[in-house]
């Protein structure tokens, strides 16, 4: 057992004897939770082999997914790379500080707890003072995935890192409610054309106004769980984002998934489960359920991603047992939304029109 230190830091003006103090423990090789304009990540220094390899075992991580590596400057990818692609500076200058992680061929420097031992290094700057003062203040890059344990909703508060993690950290850097809710886009630029291993916080047409083209791995719309050899992304083929619940995506039209979504709870209720809906602003009033949650309105996805992560682990909260969620549009966030849906409801999903 860890002794956690639990800190609320004002994220539009960090305490800098707070930051000191987390700085500290990074120094240290300990870890450190905080907020990013994502999700809370689990920090530790990047270079320091001992202290990545201690991420894994706090988050019961499988020590094959490799880490992202958080920068406050462009400069510190330097030593962190072998060279870096003109598009790659093209994409830094549009997109950083941001959501959009980089991979990179990475230089012999970066621990193989790292990189996994894949030869590659992702990469990215966060845009959110708490992330990026702690980075500065250590002077070492952090290596920190989403701070959940394994297969869990990322957090998007520092409650969701306390649940996951009390105990078994050192440090967790409270900086209020994320802003995005969802993880940054992964980006493979060492292949040719660009591929998209993850979905997220910067959308496919967004990296399309700064790319000739890009691709995206078949993968990440994958209705089935993808063959476990042969994913460029360790991190696809883990079981993720998933509630306790079951869950049952319906994707269609809005008024056949309305339909449908009621049908599949009406069977459910009359087996004696407790029923949960993932609805919409403006489908929410139809339905019949235990319990109905909107995870915002259509007309504004950003919402629907801020919430979704937060609403899943309500409903294990509630001991929901089955959640039946709407599919939603794939345009903009919608494909990081539906990405993340997909896997928690382990691709059990129903297809209406
Ligand atoms: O928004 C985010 O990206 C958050 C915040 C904390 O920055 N971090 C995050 O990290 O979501 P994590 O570890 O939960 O997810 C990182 C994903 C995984 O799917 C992993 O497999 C992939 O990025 N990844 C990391 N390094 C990679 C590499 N060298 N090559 C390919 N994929 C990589
Ligand atoms: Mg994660």
Do not use: C
């Not at 002794?3 to 870890?31: F, M, N, Q």
């Not at 510190?76 to 549009?94: D, F, G, N, S, V």
């Not at 003062?133 to 920190?144: D, G, M, Q, T």
């Not at 790319?211 to 994958?222: N, Q």
């Amino acid at each position: 057992m860890t002794y956690t230190i639990i800190l609320k830091v004002d994220w539009k003006k960090p305490e800098s004897s707070k930051i000191k103090a987390a700085a500290e423990v990074i120094l240290r090789g300990g870890l450190v939770a905080f907020p990013t304009e994502t999700v809370y990540g689990l920090g530790a220094n990047a270079m320091n082999e001992n202290a990545v390899k201690r991420i894994y075992e706090a988050k019961k991580r499988p020590l094959d997914n490799p880490i992202i590596v958080h920068v406050a400057s462009k400069r510190e990818i330097i030593q962190l790379t072998k060279e870096i692609p003109l598009k790659a500076e093209k994409l830094m200058k549009t997109f950083w500080p941001g959501p959009l992680t980089l991979v990179l061929n990475a230089s012999n420097k970066v621990p193989k707890a790292t990189t996994g031992g894949l030869g590659t290094v992702a990469v990215r700057m966060p845009n959110h003072k708490v992330a990026l003062s702690l980075i500065k203040k250590s002077r070492v890059p952090i290596a920190a995935p989403s701070a959940n344990l394994s297969g869990n909703p990322s957090p998007t508060i520092a409650e969701h890192v306390k649940k996951d993690l009390y105990g078994r950290i050192e440090m967790i850097l409270d900086g209020g409610s994320t802003n995005i809710g969802l993880e940054s886009t992964v980006l493979d630029l060492t292949v040719d054309p660009p591929q998209i291993l993850r979905p997220g916080g910067v959308s496919y047409e967004e990296l399309l106004k700064v790319l000739e083209k890009v691709e995206v791995h078949p993968d990440v719309l994958a209705e089935k769980r993808v063959s476990l050899d042969k994913v460029p992304s360790p991190g696809m083929k883990h079981r993720h984002y998933a509630p306790k619940a079951e869950m049952i995506l319906v994707e269609g039209t809005v008024e056949a998934t309305v339909k449908k979504v009621q049908q599949i709870v009406n069977f459910h209720m009359r087996n004696g489960k407790k029923v949960g809906i993932l609805a919409t602003d403006e489908t929410e009033s139809l339905y019949n359920a235990d319990v109905v949650k909107s995870m915002g309105t259509r007309a504004d996805i950003s919402m629907v991603a801020r919430n979704l992560f937060r609403l899943l682990r309500e409903f294990d909260e509630e001991e929901v047992e089955i959640i039946v969620a709407e599919g939603l549009p794939f345009e903009g966030l919608g494909l990081a939304v539906m990405n993340r849906l997909r896997k928690a409801s382990g691709y059990k999903i129903m297809k209406v029109s």
